[in-house]
């Protein structure tokens, strides 16, 4: 293309070149990340060893002590076969046997891991040694209830987690459509929580959307009571210890912070807002993103809610957002897949779904994305570049499909007229722009 300038968008292992007219083009946004630490073990087991010390957890750990680590599931890129290694060797050395020890799956409301994802995120060598289990937000009998939230949540919690004597999360600090930014006690809320507290806690974006008039809390802490219900509850909960890491966009460690669930948390979120935070100028009529972090690409629901709440306030109204992602498990991948494709359908009215959901009429774990879907349809065309969804499916939940970014470009441009402006966003899962 005559006079364009080439940017690069990551797409399921590879990256996909996107030739923008160079009149056309506002800016390509990509966050500052920085450098990855040289030696990702020794970097976990500093952080791990010197926690561990300053937070007492040595002096108290008992022999006989049980211990349940709660890590993230395998839609997420924590390096968690990194951390357990780390932690394992740690707790043996304060003398806790193997037997002692459970690792949960901190699924939420996504499916199980498979047994071939379980060993990709633990490790084949750490799942050889410690019983790995997969949380189930159904099972009654598994889930012990220890009160209730200021915010008036349910606290329904895993009980190999509760009856743990010493309990430690993993987790990766980045930007989130609901929390404001993921990490610190979200492992615990949703990770290993019932669907009735899922439920409540997820329904309090309904106060955060009418009140800010946005789709999502992309980047967002302050007034964001869907995060401090999250605070709150895994401080009921109890954490003892938690290992989190601010991460680029290949998954390569930035940093690690352990110790205290809010000293450890606030450490890492102050160096993730430092090094996923873009600038922009203007917004643009045309808005070329993807996920950037292959984790963020398994579905639609996952890679278009993140990349919706990125760039809501980088687009014209009546613009148009260009989504590349793989979608390399079709539309949803968790336990509601068909529920959620209907929900889709039938609710077209983002205000609509605001009111059931506050009427406990639909679910919020399904409604708060739906609401953002409808939003952001409503808003914008929508064109998603994909070959994990089929032209079909995407037009009759309301999207257009592109087989290539050209493609659709030219589509875009023929429809903006020859003066619109164009943004790039590759990373926008972990990109981070303040309004």
């Known amino acids: 293309m005559t006079g364009s300038v080439k940017a690069y968008l990551p797409y399921h292992g590879r990256l996909l070149k996107c030739e923008v007219p160079k009149k056309s083009l506002l800016s390509i946004v990509t966050p500052p990340l920085g450098i990855p630490v040289k030696d990702e073990r020794q970097s976990i087991k500093e952080a791990v060893t010197k926690a561990i010390c300053e937070d007492e957890l040595s002096a108290t750990l008992k022999p006989t002590d049980k211990v349940a680590i709660a890590i993230t599931d395998s839609t997420r890129p924590t390096p968690n076969n990194k951390i357990l290694p780390v932690l394992l060797c740690e707790l043996k050395k304060l003398g806790i046997n193997y037997e002692n020890v459970i690792i949960i799956i901190a699924t939420g409301m996504h499916k199980p891991d498979s047994l071939d994802e379980i060993k990709r995120n633990v490790g084949e060598e750490v799942l050889a040694r410690v019983r790995a289990i997969n949380h189930d937000p159904d099972r009654q009998s598994l889930l012990v209830n220890l009160g209730k939230t200021e915010l008036g949540t349910d606290i329904e919690v895993n009980k190999f987690f509760v009856d743990a004597d010493v309990r430690i999360i993993t987790g990766t600090v980045s930007p989130c459509m609901l929390a404001g930014w993921s990490g610190g006690g979200k492992t615990v809320m949703p990770g290993v929580s019932s669907r009735r507290s899922i439920d409540q806690n997820h329904a309090l974006f309904t106060r955060n959307v009418r009140k800010g008039k946005r789709g999502a809390m992309f980047g967002l802490i302050k007034d964001n009571c869907v995060r401090r219900d999250i605070d709150d509850y895994a401080e009921r ?199």
């Open 237 to 435: 909960v109890g954490v003892n210890f938690i290992v989190n890491v601010v991460q680029n966009e290949k998954g390569e460690i930035l940093s690690v912070y352990a110790g205290d669930l809010h000293r450890a948390y606030e450490e890492a979120l102050t160096h993730a807002k430092r090094a996923m935070a873009a600038s922009i100028v203007g917004k643009a009529d045309i808005v070329v993103a993807s996920p950037g972090v292959y984790a963020h690409e398994v579905s639609l629901y996952q890679s278009a809610s993140r990349v919706f709440a990125s760039v809501e306030r980088l687009v014209k109204e009546g613009g148009t957002i260009i989504l590349a992602s793989s979608c390399y498990k079709g539309i949803y991948e968790g336990i509601e897949r068909d529920e959620f494709k209907k929900a889709l359908l039938k609710y077209r009215d983002p205000e609509e779904v605001l009111d059931l959901t506050e009427a406990r009429r639909i679910p919020s774990f399904e409604s708060c994305i739906i609401y953002q879907f409808a939003l952001m349809m409503q808003r914008f065309t929508i064109g998603v570049v994909t070959d994990g969804m089929s032209k079909e499916e995407l037009q009759e939940i309301g999207m257009e499909h592109f087989s290539t970014i050209e493609k659709a470009l030219e589509a875009s441009l023929n429809q903006h007229g020859e003066g619109s402006t164009i943004m790039v966003i590759p990373y926008a899962s972990i990109t981070y722009v303040e309004s």
